[in-house]
């Protein structure tokens, strides 16, 4: 027997739009952080000799790098799911979401059941992750040229 679909109303599907806008632009942020990590290691082991110092922003650079790879890799997923959403139109795909989320251990206990505005406010603290984390590496090139 075929399940009753029960429609998003209008303003969640708008919501679902904006939150996988958000993560679009995260991912932006990411990759642009990606690419500064990229030169800051380049420049951390140009200057390694030189000082210690570059040698330890470096090392900060390929972390704060390395955790904005796997931001870029979560800010992703949540982008492909909120586009799901959506476009489904059908608010049942909560349920189905969180049971294929709890399979693969990507789902807390007690989490399954927000509604799309909670999950969305969770989603947008990755965009501003990504900023902070770009913001990092920013601030660690600049450190990087300015110590020279």
Do not use: C
């Amino acid at each position: 027997m075929p399940t009753e679909a029960h429609p998003l109303p209008a303003s969640d599907a708008w919501v679902a739009r904006i939150a996988a806008g958000a993560m679009h632009a995260a991912a932006r942020l990411n990759g642009a952080g990606l690419v500064l990590a990229m030169v800051n290691l380049l420049l951390a082991g140009y200057f390694a000799p030189a000082s210690l110092v570059y040698m330890i922003l470096g090392l900060v650079a390929a972390v704060v790098g390395a955790a904005e790879l796997w931001l870029l890799v979560r800010v992703e997923l949540d982008r492909r799911l909120f586009d799901a959403m959506a476009e489904s139109g059908d608010a049942a795909e909560f349920d189905a979401l969180d049971q294929a989320l709890s399979v693969f251990g990507w789902l807390a206990p007690g989490r399954e059941g927000r509604s799309l505005a909670e999950r969305s406010r969770g989603a947008l603290r990755f965009l501003k992750l990504a900023g902070a984390l770009t913001f990092a590496q920013l601030v660690l090139a600049l450190l990087l040229l300015l110590l020279k």
